[in-house]
Structures are given as C-alpha cells and as structure tokens.
C-alpha cells in the first residue's frame, strides 16, 4: 500500500467509482468520502461537487482529483485549502461524448427538427427547408480540450465555424477569434451559439441580454459550458420575443432544476440533465488512476491545472 485516497461522487454511483479506482489501483487503499477513516492520512481526494469546507478536512492532501474537465465545483469552497495542485480529468472518451453531443444538438436546430415534430403533433406536413450546413455559421465560445473537439467535428459535418478563445489561436478549418474585439466580431455571425466555456469570474453570466442581443435574429443557444454562464431570468424574455429561436441546456445554476422552474415547460428550452460528456467510472477511472499513478511518482501530469490560469 503506498497511499490512500477518498472519493466524493453522488451517492448513487459513488460505490461503484469507489471498487472501480481500487481495482485500476491496487497499491492504494480507497475509500467513500464518509468512511475515510484516519483523515490525516488520506493523500488524494477525487471529487465531484465536494461540500464546501470539507476538503480542509484532510490535512495532509498531496493533491485534489476533479471528477471532470471542469474545476469551478472545487473552487467554489470559500475553505478550498488554496495550495494544494488540482487535477481535473480529460480524455478521449468525454471528448467523443461532448461531439456527440454538440453535434446532436447544433443538428436539431439546423434542421429545424422542433418545427418538424410540432408539425407532426398538428397532422401536418410541413416540408421545412434548411440551407446546407457550409450556409449555417455555428460559434463555438471555448477552444480549449473540448471546444476545439467540437468545432473541428461541426467543421467536418461542413457547418461554417466560428471559435472564441483567450489566447490568439489557430485551427485548420475553423474561423478564430479572441478577446473582447474578437467576441463583438463573432456574435452578429452566430446562427448556432455552443458555450463550452470554463465557469471563471471573467465568463459568469456571459449569456446575457446584452450577449443576446449582438446574436442575429433567431439564433439559437447551446450551453454545455455551466450554468452560471447563462443569466436564467434573461433567457425567457429572448426566446418569447423571437430574438432567439431555441435553447438547449445541460447545464443550470442549481441542478436538478427546481420543481416549477419555468425552464421545465417553455416550448422552446430542450433541458438535459447534464450528460453531455458525462463521466463514468468505465471511462473516468481509467485516467483518474493513471493520472494520480504519474503524479504520485513525480512524474508530469498534464492534466495538471494552471491554477493561476483559474480553469
Ligand atoms: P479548457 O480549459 O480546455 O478550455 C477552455 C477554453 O475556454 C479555452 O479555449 C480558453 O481560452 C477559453 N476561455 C477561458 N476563459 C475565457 C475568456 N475569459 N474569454 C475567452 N475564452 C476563454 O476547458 P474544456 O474544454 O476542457 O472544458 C470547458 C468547460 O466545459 C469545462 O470547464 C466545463 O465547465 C464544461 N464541461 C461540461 C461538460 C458537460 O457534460 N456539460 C463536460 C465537460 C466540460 P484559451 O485557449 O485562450 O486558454
Ligand atoms: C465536467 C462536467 O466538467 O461533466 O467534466 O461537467
């Protein structure tokens, strides 16, 4: 036994992640979150959406594991013992997942596939005609391990791509852009917005009314990014209006979404219960215990977060 580490998963697959890590790493003994035992011996935790204050708790962690790509659920803990390195978790599999995704979607609302199955609720045959995908400008807000995943994906179905990054870049097929002149440039072009961003204080609330409003008439918005991203009261009045033409939401501020959310019934939101690139232990583990394996022996880890970068 060289270590010990706990996890922290929501409680219905949380036994399974548990025997799935302790299987991939027999040389550290693994255990639930509630049972760890000698806290002060716990040397990695693996968490989605830990309690806030909790990870404090373990006073000698080496590191924390995010149980996904996205690091916002650990850094929110106002108690986050801020000098611990922090993992997330990226591979093959949830990019595959999230073009699967984004391509499902970004296809619904280019073929108008809301319009056909209303038609089909009133009898009526209703032949919609769409322009080819090389006619539809698609934006991806987010270039970074998923985004530029889908974008090249979106580009090889022939949609024309648009990205949005931080930092300049530069993708075979894909129109780039970056910084804020780079976003006022690419909204008046987003029939399809995708937000594949990180949750960070430079993006929260970053689908907003104002971002709205810069979007051609109808467009419609995907957000797979979090749900702090969109401005929930913002998205009703757009899509009423006829400004926006749909949306598609993984991702919400509180999840699930609250009995009566009027999100639940609106025509013309498509809610999914964040499972776009979901994890699971058959594919997450894998990289979760080769990712602790090489940081354990000092090795480089790139999934390593820059936690200066915040995302
Ligand atoms: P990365 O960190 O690899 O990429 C983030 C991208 O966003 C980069 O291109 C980065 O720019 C860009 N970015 C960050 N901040 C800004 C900013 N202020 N302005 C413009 N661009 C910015 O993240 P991933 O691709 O791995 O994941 C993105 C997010 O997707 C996750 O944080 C998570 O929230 C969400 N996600 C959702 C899932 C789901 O199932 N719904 C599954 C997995 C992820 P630059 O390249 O210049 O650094
Ligand atoms: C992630 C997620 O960040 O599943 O990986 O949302």
């Not at 964040?274 to 480089?300: C, M, T, Y």
Request: aromatic share 6%; with cysteine; hydrophobic share 40%.
């Amino acid at each position: 036994m060289t270590g010990r580490l706990v996890v922290k998963v929501g409680a219905s697959r949380a036994e399974w992640w548990r025997e799935t890590l302790q299987g991939l790493l027999p040389e550290f003994e693994c255990r639930d979150w509630d049972d760890a035992g000698d806290k002060t011996t716990v040397d990695y935790a693996v968490v989605w959406r830990p309690p806030a204050g909790g990870l404090k708790t373990f006073p000698n962690l080496k590191c924390i594991v995010s149980m996904g790509a996205g690091i916002d659920h650990v850094l929110v803990d106002p108690e986050l013992p801020k000098h611990l390195p922090i993992i997330r978790t990226v591979g093959d599999d949830l990019r595959q997942r999230m073009r699967e995704y984004v391509a499902l979607h970004v296809l619904r609302f280019h073929r108008r596939l809301p319009d056909i199955m209303a038609a089909q609720q009133r009898k009526e045959w209703d032949q919609v005609i769409t322009p080819p995908a090389p006619e539809r400008r698609v934006a991806v807000l987010g270039l970074g391990n998923m985004g530029a995943e889908v974008a090249h994906t979106l580009a090889g179905l022939g949609f024309d791509v648009h990205g949005w990054s931080r930092s300049p870049k530069t993708l075979e097929g894909i129109t780039c852009h970056y910084g804020d002149a780079g976003l006022s440039e690419l909204l008046p072009l987003a029939e399809i917005l995708v937000c594949l961003l990180p949750l960070t204080p430079a993006t929260t609330g970053i689908l907003s009314k104002d971002l709205f409003a810069q979007l051609p008439g109808g467009a419609c918005v995907i957000n797979v990014g979090r749900g702090g991203h969109l401005v929930e009261e913002d998205l009703i009045p757009a899509l009423d209006s006829g400004h926006l033409g749909g949306a598609t939401l993984d991702v919400l501020h509180e999840e699930p979404a609250p009995e009566g959310h009027p999100f639940w019934t609106h025509p013309k939101i498509l809610l999914t219960p964040h499972i776009a690139s979901l994890i699971d232990p058959e594919a997450g583990a894998k990289v979760i215990a080769e990712n602790i394996r090489r940081f354990d022996a000092g090795e480089e880890v790139p999934a390593l977060v820059d936690l200066a970068q915040g995302y």
